[in-house]
């Protein structure tokens, strides 16, 4: 049987900690895939925000 990396956990636990300021047991709560998507989630947005802030500094 193959298990999730740890350290993927502890990556994924502390981006969404930092961005969303959830606690540690809140964010280890989620299920897996749920904690995937979110990581996902966020680093769109955080793509997004960084792709509006440039566009708004060169326009």
Do not use: K
């Not at 990581?39 to 060169?58: C, G």
């Amino acid at each position: 049987m193959l298990s999730y990396p740890a350290e993927a956990v502890w990556q994924e636990t502390a981006f969404l900690a930092y961005h969303l300021h959830w606690s540690l047991e809140a964010v280890l709560d989620l299920e897996h895939l749920d904690r995937v998507r979110m990581v996902r989630a966020v680093a769109n947005l955080n793509e997004r925000a960084r792709l509006e802030a440039r566009d708004a500094v060169t326009s």
